[in-house]
């Protein structure tokens, strides 16, 4: 089973700065890696696929980088409504997919 | 537009058995590549895949759960169902499907609202 961690736990910042989240992988995925943001009472909603790939709707602010074990989730500039907890998906070699413990963005 | 909705019981006792359907729209299950996860949440805690069934009946399941979890579907009327047997309190939490499209684009891109089961005497 592939081992997903991220960081921080958590994190504070205000609006407009820039924010950047980590996710690793205990092995490589290539670029089969997926963030999802949740908001608070929501359901999980994906932002980033294949990596680097938004999903449809998802605002250009967001972008992910990263392969093999190494990947990053950038907002360039945060607003009030990306707060949220963010989580990294593999679904390289499965079962199981895995997800990260996920990171908490709160806004100052 | 492609919707998934979770239904259920809200309650279960320990011991009991929990079963859960996934409604979706949009999209049929016996198109080449589609499936449908189930995801589970406890409370404050991070997510957990525990199922996926696909559009020709392959079923995967998380190994933590063993026999305890059955997937099945029924396609000509768009459901997808989870049976967890042998409840215990640490199965309370959010469960939710979720939607892959396939063929290596396996990502999660379209979630129910998911649906909180309890599980206490």
């Known amino acids: 089973e592939i081992l997903m961690t991220q960081s921080p736990a958590t994190l ?75 989580y990294c998906q593999q679904y390289d070699k499965w079962p199981p997919f895995t997800f990260g413990p996920g990171t908490k963005v709160d806004i100052k | 537009q492609v919707t998934l909705r979770e239904s259920g019981p809200a309650l279960v006792k320990p011991t009991q058995t929990l079963t859960l359907t996934c409604t979706f729209s949009g999209f049929s299950l016996s198109t080449g590549g589609m499936s449908i996860n189930w995801i589970r949440q406890p409370p404050g805690k991070a997510l957990e895949w525990l199922a996926r069934i696909d559009w020709d009946d392959d079923k995967y399941q998380t190994p933590s759960l063993g026999m305890r979890l059955v997937v099945s579907k029924d396609t000509s009327k768009n459901q997808v169902f989870l049976t967890l047997t042998n409840m215990d309190p640490l199965d309370t939490g959010t469960y939710y499907c979720a939607r892959a499209v396939g063929y290596g684009l396996d990502a999660f891109d379209t979630w129910g609202q998911g649906t909180m089961v309890t599980v206490s005497s």
């Open chain 1, 12 to 86: 504070s910042v205000s609006p407009g700065e820039r924010v950047t989240l980590s996710c690793r992988a205990s092995q490589s995925v290539g670029t089969k890696l997926g963030w999802y943001q949740q908001q608070p009472g929501q359901a999980p909603r994906l932002l980033i696929y294949g990596a680097s790939t938004r999903a449809t709707g998802v605002p250009a602010r967001f972008s992910g980088s990263g392969s093999g074990t190494e990947f990053t989730l950038t907002i360039s500039s945060l607003q009030a409504e990306d707060s949220a907890v963010y």
